[in-house]
C-alpha cells in the first residue's frame, strides 16, 4: 500500500543558519496514525510544515501520496468578520468547490464536532475550544486522507484537550484518514497513536519508535498504557 505521506533523510536550516533538523526520515500509510514528541525546538513544528508543503526541505525529500490534505494548527486562525459556517467553508471555497457543496460539507463537519447550532456564531463568541472544533471542522470539510496537526491542543485546558482527544479519535476511528500529529504530551500520543516517534533535540533526530498495539478507544490508565507511556518518556529523558 503506497504511503501519504514519505519523509526521506531531510534536513533542514533555516536562512540564519538555525539547523532545525539532521536526516529525518518517516512514513505515514493510510489509516495510521503517527504521533511525534520531542523537546521544544526540536524541529517538530519544521517537519509539519515540511509536511505541508509550507516549507522546502534543505536536503532529502518530502512526497505526498494522491488524495487531499487537512491542517490543523494550534492557533485556529478564523476570520472574525465571517460566521462559523464561513469560516469552515472557507478552505473549501479555496478548493473552488460549488457554493451549494461548500454549504452542504460546512454543515455536515460542524454537526460532526458537536458545533451544528452555532453556524451563524462569530468566533470572537466562542470558547477557546469551541474555536478548535472550528478549525477543525474546517479541515474536515475537505474530506482529507491525511491530517497534518500542529500541537492542535497545546493551549487549551487539561479538560477541553481530554474531550477533544477523545473526538479527535472517534473521527479517526470513522473515517480512516492518515495523521502526523505533533504533541509535547506523551499521554496524549499514546492515546492516539499507532506509532510514536521521539525525536532529539536540535538539530531534530528520530531517536525512537513505540509501537502502541491497544485497542480503541483507549482509557488512560491501566498497566500496558502506563508502560507504553513510561518507554516514550524514557527515551524523551534519555535525550534530555
Known amino acids: 500500500m503506497s504511503a501519504l505521506l514519505t519523509v526521506s533523510d531531510v534536513d533542514h536550516t533555516y536562512p540564519d543558519g538555525t539547523a532545525a533538523l539532521d536526516g529525518v526520515s518517516l512514513r ?11 523537546p521544544s525546538g526540536c524541529g517538530k513544528s519544521t517537519l509539519l510544515r515540511l ?13 505526498r501520496g494522491a488524495g487531499s490534505l487537512g491542517c490543523v494548527f494550534q492557533d485556529p486562525t478564523l476570520l472574525p468578520w465571517r460566521t462559523v459556517r464561513r469560516n469552515v ?6 478548493h473552488r468547490l460549488p457554493r451549494a457543496e461548500r454549504r452542504s460539507r460546512a454543515e455536515g463537519a460542524l454537526d460532526r464536532v458537536g458545533l451544528a447550532g452555532f453556524a451563524g456564531a462569530r468566533p470572537g463568541t466562542l470558547s477557546g475550544g ?18 497534518l496537526f500542529d500541537e492542535p491542543f497545546g493551549a487549551l485546558d487539561e479538560i477541553t484537550r481530554s474531550r477533544l482527544g477523545a473526538d479527535l479519535e472517534g473521527l479517526f476511528q470513522a473515517d ?7 504533541t509535547h504530551s506523551v499521554v496524549e500520543a499514546v492515546t492516539l ?19 502502541i498495539p491497544l485497542d480503541r478507544p483507549r482509557a488512560r490508565f491501566g498497566p500496558e498504557f502506563g508502560e507504553l507511556a513510561e518507554k516514550v518518556s524514557t527515551a524523551l529523558r534519555g535525550e534530555a
Open 28 to 38: 505515514v500509510a493510510p489509516g495510521e496514525f503517527v504521533s511525534v514528541v520531542g
Open 176 to 182: 480512516g484518514f492518515g495523521a502526523l500529529f505533533i
Open 193 to 211: 497513536s499507532d506509532r510514536v516517534l521521539v525525536m532529539s533535540a536540535r538539530p531534530g533526530r528520530l531517536l525512537a519508535e513505540v509501537e
Open 130 to 147: 469551541m474555536r478548535m472544533r472550528v478549525s477543525l471542522a474546517r479541515a474536515l470539510a475537505l474530506r482529507p486522507d491525511l491530517f
Open 89 to 94: 467553508e472557507l478552505a473549501a471555497e479555496l
Open 51 to 63: 509536511a505541508a508543503g509550507l516549507l522546502t526541505p534543505s536536503a532529502g525529500t518530502v512526497g
